[in-house]
């Protein structure tokens, strides 16, 4: 099931912090409970998405996104993650995510969140790929600038994230044809 009580809890924890800019890097620190494993006792990948989320909504939250989001009445849909998963997070595991967002290209706004184990490890990373969306479909993120009063122009788009974007164009959709 998903966490309603813990994002409920997230978004009452930052919605009085000051807000930040689009590209700037926010924390919030979570736990891995024992509802958060998997039978090998670690945080299960799955639910590792979920705290993600849980990361996510107070960063839109805390930038002018959701403000526009709101008064325009548009909506936020995931459509591609790549994630890199690099060390265990075990229960009761104190657990920092940052959030910030990367760059957007003609679709969609790119988002990089990283997980820190409280020793300083970096359990892992993910890159998002998401669109704002309205009853027409997918709004380009400059007209989701432009809403939020932002320049239009993306940062450079980091050669790694480019990739990314390159390599998913070539997946076949739909997938398994052959």
Same mark, same amino acid.
């Given at each position: ?5 813990? /994002? ?6 930052? +919605?009085?912090?000051?807000? &930040?800019? %689009? ?12 509802? =958060?494993?998997?039978?090998? @006792?670690?945080? !299960? !990948?799955? +639910? $590792?998405? $979920?705290?993600? =989320? ?26 591609? *993650?790549? *994630? ?5 997070? +075990?229960?009761? =595991?104190? %657990?920092? &995510? ?10 969609? /706004? ?10 300083? #490890?970096?359990?892992?990373? *993910? ?8 009853? !027409?479909? &997918? *709004?380009?993120?400059? +007209?989701?600038? #432009?809403? @939020?009063?932002?320049?239009?122009? $993306?940062?450079? %788009?980091? =050669?790694?994230? !480019? ?12 997938? @398994?044809?052959?």
């Amino acid at each position: 099931m998903y966490p309603f009580i813990r /994002l409920a809890y997230g978004i009452l924890r930052e +919605r009085k912090k000051p807000a &930040i800019g %689009i590209t700037d890097t926010m924390e919030t620190t979570h736990i891995c409970w024992p509802w =958060d494993i998997d039978i090998w @006792m670690e945080l !299960n !990948n799955g +639910r $590792s998405l $979920s705290i993600y =989320d849980l990361a996510r909504i107070p960063l839109a939250m805390r930038t002018p996104l959701w403000k526009a989001l709101r008064e325009q009445g548009w909506l936020m849909t995931m459509a591609g *993650v790549s *994630v890199r998963w690099r060390r265990r997070v +075990r229960m009761f =595991d104190k %657990i920092t &995510i940052r959030s910030r967002g990367v760059c957007w290209d003609d679709k969609f /706004l790119y988002i990089e969140q990283t997980m820190w184990k409280s020793d300083g #490890e970096c359990a892992s990373h *993910v890159l998002y790929r998401t669109a704002v969306t309205d009853k !027409n479909g &997918i *709004v380009r993120p400059d +007209r989701v600038c #432009e809403a @939020m009063g932002i320049p239009t122009q $993306s940062p450079p %788009i980091p =050669d790694w994230v !480019n990739a990314w974007i390159e390599a998913e164009a070539q997946r076949p959709w739909p997938p @398994m044809q052959d």
